[in-house]
């Protein structure tokens, strides 16, 4: 999570660390590896999400880093999600744009705050998803090491789903795409990554911290990455009365 959650107190009285947030984003990048190990050796997918989900919970009640505000963890049971949509874990192309492409990509986010975040324009996603073509924009978070994001809005937003949008990942967070073409030397390709199929599944869209505890300062999906769509799969609305999951 954002290092501003550094300021915050847990429960019995003990700021978290640094090295509790990189704790925070190592366990959530091992979630991301043994779900994309399970489904590489043919567990069922639902199966693989429920057991990701009982993790993630795990994560907010028990962790400091946690994006819960510490005087709601000892009452949380759970986050709640729409019920596994298998018509929503698509396949997807990947692209990344074209090197003339990248001095003129940078977009101006915006965020939970006032301002405005910078943000690349890395690759583009194409998908079928209600019968139809959709288009969404991979960017690139140029911060140190920097990362792949994309973020999202859809016509769920607001009454189903948070209303500034959900996110599909966050590799500077850990969180992670399924390539569905071999892309390691072993398999003979060569090193790096040109783009090609990947697994898109909405089932994994996740609230941005800013959804659960207003400190939080999240950058949130440019109008591009605007689905006129209902996706009803992945996170619903932060309760923070009613814990049950969905």
């Known amino acids: 999570m954002n290092p501003d959650n550094i300021g915050a107190m847990r429960t019995f ?15 959530v990048a091992r979630m991301y590896r043994e779900r994309d190990a399970a489904l590489r050796a043919g567990e069922a997918p639902a199966e693989v999400w429920t057991r990701f989900r009982t993790a993630k919970d795990a994560l907010f009640r028990d962790h400091p880093q946690s994006a819960l505000p510490p005087d709601e963890r000892a009452r949380f049971v759970g986050l709640r999600y729409f019920p596994y949509a298998p018509e929503l874990r698509l396949e997807a192309e990947l692209a990344p744009l ?17 301002h405005a975040m910078p943000l690349r324009r890395a690759a583009r996603l194409t998908f079928t ?11 690139w978070i140029d911060v140190y090491g920097g990362g792949l994001f994309l973020p999202f809005r859809d016509a769920t937003c607001g009454h189903e789903t948070y209303g500034a949008g959900r996110y599909l990942f966050d590799t500077v967070k850990g969180s992670t795409f399924l390539r569905l073409d071999g892309t390691s030397d072993e398999d003979g390709k060569p090193m790096g990554y040109g783009g090609g199929r990947v697994l898109l599944d909405f089932n994994y869209a996740y609230n941005p911290s800013c959804a659960y505890d207003p400190r939080w300062l999240c950058p949130l999906a440019p109008r591009e990455n605007w689905l006129d769509v209902p996706v009803r799969a992945g996170e619903l609305t932060y309760d923070a009365v009613d814990h049950s999951p969905g």
Do not use: K, M
Not at 13 to 22: F, Q, V
Not at 129 to 139: I, N
């Open 13 to 27: 009285g003990i700021a978290p660390t640094w090295l509790d947030l990189y704790d925070y984003r190592e366990r």
């Open 129 to 139: 998803l209600a019968g139809a073509p959709h288009t969404l924009t991979v960017f």
């Open 98 to 114: 074209p090197p003339d492409d990248q001095g003129q990509a940078e977009v101006q986010a915006p965020t939970s705050g006032p």
